[in-house]
């Protein structure tokens, strides 16, 4: 997951922009102000606060980051269902897609040869 820069001037300047050319970074940034930048990001930490934080006690920040990290990875990405993912755990999801763009490719490949 990308971290937002403290600074935006960061993510807009120009050496980052190469940077991000030459590795293939494909930067998103939208208007000053825009809700729909961060969008994803805080639905996710939405859900994790509401769905498991809020719900459990941790004795240390070293059994937090375990216990969530452990959610995310045995909950949320195999089983939990996203409305942005056509009601699919983003896993399945993910599967879908990669075998959708294979299958493009595939034909893409074929009617081109």
């Known amino acids: 997951m990308l971290q937002r820069p403290v600074e935006l001037a960061e993510y ?3 050496r980052t ?3 991000c ?3 293939g970074v494909v930067q ?3 208007r000053v102000g825009c809700a729909l930048d ?3 990001a805080e639905a996710f930490n939405s859900t994790l606060k509401v769905e498991f934080v809020h719900r459990h006690r941790f004795a240390t920040r070293a059994e937090a980051r375990i216990k969530v990290a452990t959610w995310i990875a045995d909950f949320y990405n195999t089983s ?3 409305s942005a993912n056509d009601g699919l755990a983003p896993i399945t999801f993910e599967r879908q897609m990669a075998e959708a763009r294979r299958a493009s490719t595939a034909q ?3 009617e081109v040869a």
């Open 12 to 14: 807009t300047a120009a």
């Open 17 to 19: 922009a190469a940077a």
């Open 21 to 23: 050319r030459i590795l």
């Open 28 to 30: 998103s940034m939208g």
């Open 38 to 40: 961060n969008a994803a």
């Open 80 to 82: 939990r269902r996203h």
């Open 108 to 110: 893409l490949r074929a």
